[in-house]
């Protein structure tokens, strides 16, 4: 069974850091695009950062150039967020996505979804 599972989710101060982390199970981490995303209530999905360890390619946002950072563990199957300088625009529910192409992640399409996590960023 495929999952993809999000945590380190919560409440922070504008200004402050969170570290969210996505566990992989039931396919080849190695072998697919990550990717994170996040969405607040009537607005669309956007793609925030996405990575692929197969050629390096990566992608931001321009809302999170500079304060977000991308990364992944293979040998943990666990791709992480790290979330700097946080603004309360920031606030959002946060998935994390997989698929084996870049191009199709990067515009929305993840073959894999997980389930989210909540971060609210207070002003």
């Known amino acids: 069974e495929v999952q993809l599972v999000e945590f380190g989710g919560g409440l922070v101060q504008a200004g402050g850091s969170l570290r969210l982390s996505c566990l992989a199970s039931?396919?080849?981490?190695?072998?697919?695009?990550m990717g994170w995303f996040r969405q607040v209530p009537g607005k669309e999905r956007e793609a925030i950062s996405c990575?692929?360890?197969?050629?390096?390619?990566?992608y931001y946002a321009d809302s999170v150039k500079g304060r977000f950072i991308a990364s992944s563990d293979s040998a943990k199957d666990t791709l992480y967020l790290q979330m700097n300088s946080l603004k309360p625009e920031d606030t959002a529910v946060y998935y994390c996505a997989a698929d084996k192409s870049f191009i199709r992640l990067v515009r929305g399409g993840g073959e894999y979804w997980g389930q989210g996590t909540q971060v609210t960023v207070s002003s």
């Open positions: 039931g396919f080849t981490f190695d072998g697919y695009a």
């Open positions: 990575i692929d360890s197969r050629d390096g390619s990566r």
